[in-house]
């Protein structure tokens, strides 16, 4: 990344009503920018954040001759609520901290987006909203709720709403992270140590899969033993967080569904009907989060969809394959192609 520009910036949401009805006051979203607007502000594609990541761990998918070509568009990463870029709990000033942190939903995200889109290059529609996991997730929500400003979305290894499997995966990740003595409360009043490693064996377990474990996959990574792999690449991911952050993150990826909000009512069915943006869906065929299953269900209700699930025993990763070359190739080709550049 080191040879394409990158320009950073902060929008200065305000004082804004969440869904909730709670005020979070002084949000803000933190965001980076790759390539340029063309004089049509025709080119724009919005790449938003996964759980737990910054722009500057998604910018590798980020390359010339690519699918997201900063040479042909402007890309725009913004950083979503709760990673400790963006407004998040490490962030926020008394009395919003501990329990009393205004949670916010991907609804709120992507409404502040589209502002923060408007406001400062007068972007009215994208190109394409590209994102993996609750990345994807807020693409969906961005066909869902501005559906003729959006005309493809590429989701990968995400899903249109949270899976009863995930909010309890959620809930024993968030558990094991808060079973940690510095927990009092209902805030950290310390550095959970035994948390963070009890976390980092959950998401582990459920992050990857049986055959990547089966055939010691994590050797490709350097790792000298599991113990090793486990260790550097999850306790060692995780701890680098804030560990309130991280359930901040937690609440918005368990409330996630793209009609639960006053357009749709909850009716999921009408709220996929009413997407117009052309939609790939890539989910793995070994991801336990985000299944092929749940990928069948939507297309059904979806009026332009296209399935392409990305063949992995690298499970849920293979959506974030920055060292997985087979896989990135596979993702890259079918984006490029939804782009109509294939």
């Keep these: 990344m080191s040879e394409i520009e990158r320009t950073e ?8 009503v969440l869904q909730s009805g709670l005020t979070y006051r002084g949000l803000r979203i933190g965001y980076a920018t790759y390539g340029k607007l063309n004089a049509r502000r025709d080119n724009a594609i919005l790449f938003p ?47 919003h901290t501990g329990p009393r942190y205004p949670h916010t939903t991907l609804y709120d995200a992507v409404h502040v987006q589209q502002r923060m889109l408007a406001e400062l290059w007068d972007i009215q529609e994208l190109a394409l909203v590209y994102g993996f996991s609750m990345g994807a997730m807020q693409a969906y929500h961005w066909a869902a709720l501005f559906p003729q400003r959006v005309k493809r979305i590429a989701v990968v290894c995400g899903a ?20 940690d003595a510095a927990w009092q409360d209902g805030e950290f009043r310390g550095f959970p140590q035994r948390g963070f490693r009890a976390m980092g064996r959950v998401y582990a377990a459920a992050g990857l899969s049986q055959d990547f474990y089966r055939e010691e996959a994590w050797r490709l990574l350097g790792a000298s033993s599991l113990e090793d792999y486990l260790i550097r690449f999850w306790e060692g991911h995780f701890s680098r967080r804030d560990p309130a952050d991280l359930l901040a993150q937690f609440w918005s990826w368990q409330h996630g569904d793209i009609s639960a909000n006053d357009r749709y009512h909850g009716d999921f069915e009408a709220a996929l009907r009413a997407i117009e943006a052309e939609v790939l869906l890539m989910p793995c065929d070994h991801d336990m989060y985000f299944r092929v299953a749940d990928s069948e269900i939507e ?29 990135r190739a596979w993702i890259e080709a079918e984006v490029t192609a939804l782009l109509g550049r294939g």
């Design 299 to 327: 297309l059904a209700h979806l009026r332009n969809g296209r399935l392409r699930p990305i063949s992995s025993i690298w499970g849920h990763r293979a959506g974030n394959p920055n060292v997985l070359p087979a896989e």
């Design 9 to 16: 910036g902060s929008y200065e949401a305000g004082d804004m």
């Design 49 to 95: 954040t996964s759980y737990g990541a910054t722009h500057l761990e998604q910018e590798f998918m980020i390359r010339r001759g690519g699918a997201l070509d900063p040479e042909r568009y402007f890309i725009v990463i913004p950083n979503l609520f709760g990673n400790g870029i963006s407004s998040s709990p490490s962030t926020s000033a008394w009395p």
């Design 160 to 179: 249109a709403r949270c899976s009863a499997y995930n909010r309890l995966f959620i809930d024993a990740a968030s558990l094991a992270l808060t079973a």
